[in-house]
């Protein structure tokens, strides 16, 4: 989203209401410069809330007092304060991350705050920013290791970190901060989503922070999809050389993210908004094939290879573009064959300006048919195979 149009995370009457009281939580976040592929030593602040009982027999919860039985997800709607990202546990438990700071859980039929993070939803001066709590990623291997990984914008406004969190029975503790990437010199395009792979590792989503000279240079880490392990060192077998987590490049602000089972790594990201001689409006993109080394065409290029001031198209096409309508995609899954509807079997991505999207791969190029308007900051599937997807103030259950 650009700073002319739109935001990469709300409408700007939205974004002022989420950001009221941002700067009161209760710990600084870390301050220092940027690091691409390495954990720094400073840490985040766990919750001070004291875990519930855990529902599990007596003779395991002595044996993990900080195990939690099985759980129902969520029967209905939820109330959220601006819940960026969701992630299902495989216990069944509903965590959300909302904007200002709160890392929360829905557990034992109630809402309960797992943890906070130090944050910032405005720039310096109180002007519009993109900035906040971004990002959050259950571990695959939750059920032994109970980690849980968020994605925020450091209070100095310089870096944005993931934090790794380790669950006792609905509070995170043992915070880490496991990567630190910059946080750009203005509000907009900061990225910030988390996902794992079947692979194990943990994939993150950054923009090209209004620098979008940066985005195809695979040297850089703006503009890109990058991927770590889960303990935020950089895998031997990526793409451009020992050390470097790049992992795919060209994107302006990839602001949604999705794996699928197999593999398949789809990223919605926010169209030009008039930067690089781009138009002023429209453009919004959707790469459902994104593979390993890829280089997408920002900024030589927008939508369906548009080029700007005759640069050749050479990086790769995105399956979908919004063209001129402006759509102002977020947050995206893939759904399973046994989803509601015609959601079943598709990538569904919520959008500021249109609400959920369902997309149909297609030649030339994937179509959208719009869904149920409440999502537009984030989607997933439950265990239930219901979709929960959220808004401003209500995370909604669509079965």
């Known amino acids: 989203m650009g700073n002319t149009r739109r935001g990469a995370i709300a409408l700007a009457a939205v974004l002022l209401l989420s950001a009221c009281g941002s700067d009161s939580s209760p710990e600084a976040a870390p301050a220092g410069g940027s690091s691409t592929t390495g954990a720094p030593a400073t840490t985040g602040a766990p919750s001070t809330t004291r875990p519930a009982p855990a529902t599990t027999t007596t003779t395991a919860r002595a044996a993990d007092p900080c195990a939690v039985g099985r759980q129902s997800p969520p029967a209905g709607d939820v109330a959220a304060n601006f819940a960026t990202a969701l992630a299902f546990a495989p216990d069944g438990r509903l965590f959300f991350a909302e904007r200002s700071g709160a890392v929360k859980v829905v557990q034992g039929g109630a809402t309960r705050t797992f943890a906070t993070v130090s944050t910032v939803t405005t720039e310096a001066g109180g002007g519009y920013s993109e900035r906040g709590l971004l990002g959050l990623a259950v571990s695959p291997t939750f059920a032994t290791d109970r980690l849980v990984y968020t994605f925020h914008s450091s209070t100095n406004r310089a870096i944005q970190q993931v934090t790794r969190w380790t669950d006792c029975a609905g509070e995170g503790r043992d915070a880490k901060v496991i990567v630190e990437l910059p946080g750009g010199s203005d509000c907009c395009h900061k990225g910030g989503r988390l996902a794992f792979g079947p692979d194990g590792k943990l994939y993150v989503t950054l923009g090209e922070l209004h620098a979008a000279a940066a985005a195809p240079d695979t040297s850089d880490v703006r503009g890109k999809v990058l991927r770590y392990n889960p303990d935020g060192t950089v895998p031997g077998d990526n793409p451009f050389g020992a050390g470097n987590p790049v992992w795919a490049a060209g994107f302006r602000n990839p602001f949604g993210i999705a794996i699928s089972p197999a593999g398949r790594l789809a990223v919605t990201s926010n169209g030009p908004t008039g930067d690089a001689g781009a138009p002023g409006t429209g453009y ?59 959601t079943a079997g598709r990538l569904v991505f919520c959008s500021l300006n249109q609400g959920m999207q369902i997309l149909t791969d297609g030649t030339p190029h994937a179509t959208v048919t719009t869904g149920d308007g409440g999502c537009r900051l984030d989607v997933k599937q439950g265990p239930d195979n219901a979709l929960y997807f959220s808004d401003a103030d209500t995370i909604h259950r669509l079965a």
């Not at 994104?290 to 290029?301: E, H, I, K, L």
């Open 284 to 342: 919004d993109m959707v790469a459902t094939n994104v593979a390993r080394g890829s280089v997408y065409q920002w900024p030589a290029c927008y939508g369906y290879s548009h080029p700007i001031r005759g640069a050749s198209c050479d990086g790769v096409e995105p399956e979908w573009s919004s063209e001129a309508r402006a759509n102002v995609p977020t947050g995206a899954t893939w759904v399973n064959a046994s989803g509601p509807g015609a």
